[in-house]
């Protein structure tokens, strides 16, 4: 009897063929070995992987008809090998669509289909990256504020700015953190927000802790002109979450922060609303359990479409150097490159930096950041006033035309050269691609003479 092995609807497909208008694509890693074995089927591994993310099972049924596969199975549209020396292995880039009609405007439906049983085929899967098709993303409103309404907010129009974290991460009364607060605002930090890990404890709970922290930051206006976005920590579960949002906003939060455990969704239904019109900060440090699976500029662009403004970012100099060097920086790039209708959102390269790092991070990530900063500013030799002062002044220096240990040693810049002092600075290492090696590199010259 004649079988065909692999499913003309799943693999009789390429990317220029499908109707990429209603087909998520998403872009894996798949890196499988049978040990012993000289002969592997990778596409039989691939053909129920993506029969699992869509219509099928293990075992075909009467009601899995062709018509019910060509409109709602996935499809193998890309499979770029990658050479190994192991028979027993295969390597490879691949690239499955996904109809939308199978879920029709649904986050967690459409993270079952790219992101679920799959993980269980292919132990070392890792999804890429994902192409959001015209019709998904049309369903989607994105930030109410992203970097242009943060800016405009602000009053801030080119320049990085600074964010004062909330240390330590719980027990300090409202009173404590509204003097935490008060005093980096006297140096002239632009943004502050709770901890992730701050929630309602015995001692504080987000209602009084945002009363006292707006009053404090009443007070540093009214010596400065200038008042930072508090964003108030509001993760919790979805039948209390929407209520703390909306009667936040009412006492006048004018941020509020998530963690990505409250869910996509959450994020997304909180940012349609119309009665929540402030900025919200997503806090996405903790998916680093997931990040062996999926990469962080995936992660990245369904925070970006389901409304975050701004997001935790992770860098390669960080204390916690969770990627690659190219991953954090293509993080940010996810978050600023143009997406149809979607504003872009700021990147937040973050975790242990200290303001001998502004260069680099200006440098990797561009003038559109904000920079985070708890132990690096509140941990400054003079205070949590001057560690506020040494950020802006690092970023000041790090945007300037003058060398940067040369602008610390102005007069003025007393707080970065404090800080300098106490954490380095550290010179971005060099990679001699271009050239056969460092001695042929191109050096400037002095003349003499005119």
């Given amino acids: 009897m004649y079988t065909r092995y692999y499913n003309p609807e799943i693999f009789l497909q390429t990317l220029d063929g499908i109707d ?7 872009t894996y890693y798949m890196d499988d070995c049978l040990p012993g074995e000289d002969f592997v089927d990778h596409f039989a591994l691939i053909q129920a992987m993506t029969l699992e993310g869509s219509t099928g099972s293990w075992e075909k049924v009467a ?50 289909s790219i992101a679920g049983n799959c993980f269980a085929y292919s132990p070392k899967l890792r999804l890429l990256d994902i192409f959001l098709p015209d019709h998904l993303l049309a369903s989607f409103k994105g930030p109410k504020f992203g970097v242009p309404g943060i800016r405009q907010l602000l009053e801030v129009p080119e320049r ?14 409202p009173k404590e953190v509204a003097e935490q607060c008060y005093q980096t605002a006297l140096g002239g930090v632009d943004m502050i927000k709770d901890d992730e890990m701050t929630s309602d404890v015995y001692n504080s709970k987000y209602d009084d802790r945002l009363k006292a922290v707006n009053d404090a930051l009443d007070r540093a206006e009214a010596k400065t002109g200038k008042r930072p976005i508090y964003f108030l920590s509001i993760t919790d ?39 929540i019109s402030v900025p919200i900060l997503y806090h996405a440090s903790h998916q680093i359990a997931q990040q062996p699976r999926i990469a962080w500029p995936v992660s990245a662009k369904l925070a970006r479409i389901c409304g975050a403004d701004l997001m935790l970012t992770p860098t390669y100099w960080s204390s916690i150097p969770m990627v690659s060097l190219e991953e954090g920086i293509r993080t940010s790039q996810v978050k600023l490159a143009p997406l149809g209708h979607i504003k872009p959102i700021f990147p937040m390269p973050c975790a242990g930096v200290y303001p001998g790092l502004a260069p680099i991070l200006i440098g990797e990530y561009g003038p559109d950041i904000v ?15 001057a560690g506020a002062k040494a950020w802006q002044q690092a970023i000041a220096g790090a945007m300037s035309n003058e060398n940067f240990l040369e602008f610390a040693k102005h007069p ?12 380095g600075y550290l010179e971005r290492p060099k990679t001699p691609w271009l050239r056969v090696a460092p001695k042929f590199h191109p050096r400037p010259m002095k003349f003499d003479i005119e």
């Fill in 237 to 275: 579960e979805p039948r209390r979450i929407f209520d703390k949002a909306a009667h936040a906003v009412e006492l006048g939060a004018r941020g509020l922060l998530v963690c990505y455990s409250a869910g996509l969704s959450v994020i997304r239904q909180l940012a349609e609303d119309p009665a």
């Fill in 63 to 112: 009601e899995d008809t062709l018509e019910m596969r060509e409109r709602l199975s996935g499809k193998m549209v890309g499979y770029y090998e990658l050479p190994t020396d192991n028979p027993s292995r295969r390597s490879a880039v691949v690239q499955l669509a996904f109809p939308i009609d199978a879920w029709i405007d649904n986050v967690p439906m459409m993270l079952l």
């Fill in 371 to 385: 920079i985070p900063a708890g132990g690096g500013m509140l941990g400054h030799p003079d205070g949590y006033t």
């Fill in 160 to 173: 990085p700015m600074s964010l004062h974290i909330l240390k330590p991460k719980m027990g300090m009364t």
């Fill in 20 to 26: 990429r208008s209603r087909h998520i694509v998403a």
């Fill in 412 to 423: 003025e810049n007393r707080e970065l050269r404090r800080a300098l002092e106490k954490w």
